[in-house]
């Protein structure tokens, strides 16, 4: 959540922060009229705490009839006490529930606007000239039927719309995409994680997912558990209530997880093929850091998302999306895009989000602080960013850009010892 003092502090910050979202203004005057009322009520029920313990003390002096009416009027400071006590979680209570939908503040030089309001960039890479070659390419799905790679039919037949099976090579080449993401985090300092894909409402809300509205997450409502969107959200959990150390530097953790989204209010989109369905696989990187690094980190995280891309040999572009496209966690948010060659345009394949201290504080997590000479002095909120390093969509980019005229899909270099030495998916 957003800091409550910060926004005291400077609610035009806040204000610009919500007409940058397109987002509703009035929501900062209703969190500090709710934090006016909160501190009202604390004060009263202070003051009149502090009155009953010293009439506690008169009590046990008094004798006979003064005793007597002491004791009234102490069990009428009392019923005064319990009611302020009332009010006083009454006033928290609002103020919580105005917090747990307040979004983040977003950082300056972000885009104003929705969804098509982004900047571009940066361009990386030519899309290839598929007429300049002689023939005219074939979309992912028509190439994974002729690799027996995709087998759509049959995942709906078994679970329904927008499931599927990866088969063959198409279940070789996902397992290979994802093993090389997770090397390369490795590599990077990554610290490996397979995660929890249900999780605890808590946890949930905690990341930043509206657990009461959001039509994409699955709930089991007999356990009160939801399924993840992705792994972000149980690497955020992971250190909930928990005061890290982060003096040796940025704590990461790559997650390889199924992820589940509902995808709802997206009929009659994207229903050919991978490209929009209710679960795939992905590896998601998720940094903790002071929250004065968060910004370098960002950097970081998109350049090694750039570095998997470079691998697989993709034309992409990297764009600053626009505030009204946040989400509720994200302070900025950079997607990366693949060129897709049948649809003639750059579709989502991987973003990474610097969520500041927003998660941290919703969650508890804190970091220990030190002096100069290596003393502890406190704790504060951390910061933490995620990315994604790899998912199954991925395999859409992959077989339509590297495709050969016979329906055949050249392996990028970088992927070929992950598949045995495959240089080429062959048509069956």
């Known amino acids: 959540m957003i800091d409550v003092r910060e926004l005291s502090d400077n609610p035009e910050k806040f204000r610009a922060s919500q007409r940058a979202r397109g987002a509703d203004e009035s929501l900062v005057d209703r969190v500090l009229a709710a934090d006016s009322r909160r501190r009202a009520a604390l004060t009263q029920y202070e003051t009149l705490r502090a009155e009953q ?6 009590v046990a002096a008094a004798k006979g009839e003064e005793k007597q009416a002491l004791l009234a009027e102490v069990k009428e400071l009392a019923a005064k006490v319990k009611a302020a006590s009332v009010s006083a979680d009454e006033a928290q209570a609002e103020q919580d529930e105005l917090m747990r939908i307040f979004p983040n503040l977003v950082i300056d030089g972000v885009p104003g606007g929705g969804e098509d309001d982004y900047i571009v960039v940066k361009t990386v890479g030519t899309p290839r000239d598929f007429a300049a070659e002689g023939f005219e390419p074939r979309d992912h799905l028509e190439i994974g039927e002729l690799l027996g790679a995709i087998d759509m039919e049959r995942g709906a037949k078994v679970s329904g719309a927008r499931f599927y099976f990866l088969k063959g090579v198409g ?9 090389m993401a997770l090397d390369q985090a490795i590599k990077a300092g990554f610290t490996p994680m397979i995660t929890p894909t249900l999780v605890r409402p808590e946890t949930m809300q905690g990341t930043g997912f509206d657990v009461k509205h959001d039509a994409e997450i699955y709930r089991l409502a007999e356990d009160d558990l939801y399924l993840v969107g ?15 150390d982060l003096s040796g530097g940025p704590v ?3 997650g390889w997880s199924s992820c589940y989204r509902r995808e709802a209010g997206s009929h009659g989109k994207d229903t050919r093929g991978i490209i929009r369905v209710h679960q795939f696989n992905k590896v998601e990187m998720f940094s903790y850091v002071p929250l004065e690094e968060a910004e370098a980190e960002h950097a970081r995280l998109l350049a090694w998302e750039e570095e998997m891309l470079a691998k697989v040999e993709l034309p992409y572009r990297v764009i600053d999306t626009a505030a009204g496209d946040l989400g509720m966690s994200a302070a900025r948010k950079f997607d990366c895009e693949a060129w897709v060659p049948t649809q003639g345009r750059y579709r989502e394949l991987t973003s990474t989000s610097n969520c500041t201290g927003f998660q941290a504080r919703r969650l508890n997590i804190r970091e220990r602080m030190f002096d100069d000479d290596g003393a502890a002095k406190g704790t504060r909120s951390v910061a933490t960013l995620n990315g994604t390093l790899a998912t ?22 970088a992927l070929r010892p992950y598949l045995g030495g495959l240089e080429v998916l062959p048509v069956l």
């Open 171 to 179: 279940a070789r080449l996902e397992l290979a995409l994802l093993q």
């Open 252 to 254: 990461r953790y790559a």
């Open 53 to 58: 313990n010293a009439f506690g003390k008169k």
């Open 230 to 244: 992705t792994s972000e959200v149980s690497l955020a959990g992971y250190h909930s209530d928990e005061i890290l």
């Open 392 to 413: 199954t969509r991925w395999i859409v980019a992959i077989l339509e850009h590297h495709q050969n005229p016979d329906g055949s899909v050249t392996v990028p270099a």
